[in-house]
């Protein structure tokens, strides 16, 4: 019993020590803008089609059960604003997240992984070249701003699609919906998206290059460790996630 959960505490400390050195090798000098731009172009590329089609649906359904709900409760005024702020606030990080950790996450993963069993990482370490920095700095600032650039694009699907839907579906008035919203929604539920963007973008991509880091085994390994690269993520996401929204409220007064 006390073995796994030592193992456990272990690679969080690992994984952690590995995310501090992330963050303290970004000022430094020479940066990696080529590998910066193709592992940014090549995240958008394996996500930006598959967040657009997510959102569309999680969208309307979020419209739906809410259009339903405000409609038995007599408030069909306010279906909008509970309807955009779901989305802006929770989904759209949310479905951002989920695809950049199980597109650019695992190829992250499975990138550095192979590196490892080839021995690639371990020759740069004896050239005294980090592979942190060479490396993981670029996917991760890649992740990041791939996250927040997708986090925009599936909030105004998600907005777009949830007024389609709620406007010709259940018969929804089109100015109660944009009213209600712009009466409720604030800039700075926007902005709370966006730092929630960011903030999951660097977990996906610091997760799956500590996996990748340390994977073993050859190439069964590997896919191991892009398994476990995702699940860890999710996990982590969902939590991140909670203490972001709660200190929010705490912090930001809400309109009325």
Same mark, same amino acid.
Do not use: H
């Given at each position: 019993?006390? #073995?796994?959960?030592?193992?456990?505490?272990?690679?969080?400390?690992?994984?952690?020590?590995?995310?501090?050195?992330?963050?303290?090798? &970004?000022?430094?000098?020479?940066?990696? !803008?080529?590998?910066?731009?193709?592992?940014?172009?090549?995240?958008?590329?394996?996500?930006?089609?598959? $967040?657009?089609?997510?959102? *569309?649906?999680?969208?309307?359904?979020?419209?739906?059960? &809410?259009? $339903?709900?405000?409609?038995?409760? @007599?408030?069909?005024?306010?279906?909008?604003?509970?309807?955009?702020?779901?989305?802006?606030? %929770?989904?759209?990080? +949310?479905?951002? #997240?989920?695809?950049?950790?199980? =597109?650019?996450?695992? =190829? *992250?993963?499975?990138?550095? @992984?192979?590196?490892? +069993?080839?021995? %690639?990482?371990?020759?740069? %370490? /004896?050239?005294?070249?980090?592979? *942190?920095?060479?490396?993981?700095?670029?996917?991760?600032?890649?992740?990041?701003? !791939?996250?927040?650039?997708?986090?925009?694009?599936?909030?105004?699907?998600?907005? !777009?699609?949830?007024?389609?839907?709620?406007?010709? !579906?259940? @018969?929804?008035?089109?100015?109660?919906?944009?009213?209600?919203?712009?009466?409720? =929604?604030?800039?700075?539920?926007?902005?709370?998206? %966006?730092?929630?963007?960011?903030?999951? @973008?660097?977990?996906?991509?610091?997760?799956?290059?500590?996996?990748?880091?340390?994977?073993?085994?050859?190439?069964?390994?590997?896919?191991?460790?892009?398994?476990?690269?995702?699940?860890? $993520?999710?996990?982590?996401?969902?939590?991140?996630?909670?203490?972001? $929204? =709660? /200190?929010?409220?705490? /912090?930001?007064?809400?309109?009325?």
């Amino acid at each position: 019993m006390a #073995a796994p959960l030592t193992g456990a505490l272990r690679q969080s400390g690992s994984l952690f020590a590995l995310a501090l050195d992330v963050f303290r090798a &970004l000022p430094r000098r020479p940066f990696q !803008v080529k590998e910066f731009i193709q592992q940014a172009w090549f995240i958008a590329s394996v996500t930006i089609l598959p $967040t657009a089609l997510v959102s *569309i649906p999680f969208g309307a359904v979020i419209a739906l059960q &809410l259009g $339903t709900l405000t409609r038995q409760l @007599g408030a069909q005024s306010y279906t909008g604003a509970a309807s955009v702020l779901a989305v802006l606030r %929770e989904a759209s990080p +949310i479905v951002t #997240a989920l695809l950049i950790a199980g =597109a650019g996450g695992s =190829a *992250i993963c499975a990138d550095l @992984g192979s590196r490892k +069993i080839r021995e %690639e990482i371990d020759a740069m %370490e /004896v050239l005294g070249i980090s592979p *942190i920095q060479r490396l993981v700095v670029p996917r991760v600032l890649a992740s990041m701003l !791939v996250a927040l650039l997708l986090n925009g694009l599936v909030s105004v699907v998600g907005v !777009v699609g949830g007024y389609v839907f709620n406007v010709i !579906v259940q @018969g929804g008035t089109p100015g109660a919906y944009i009213a209600s919203f712009t009466a409720l =929604a604030q800039l700075p539920d926007l902005w709370t998206a %966006e730092i929630k963007a960011l903030v999951f @973008g660097a977990i996906a991509a610091v997760v799956a290059a500590y996996k990748g880091l340390n994977a073993g085994g050859g190439p069964k390994g590997v896919g191991d460790a892009v398994n476990q690269s995702v699940v860890i $993520t999710f996990m982590l996401l969902f939590v991140v996630n909670f203490v972001i $929204t =709660a /200190v929010y409220f705490q /912090v930001v007064p809400q309109k009325i």
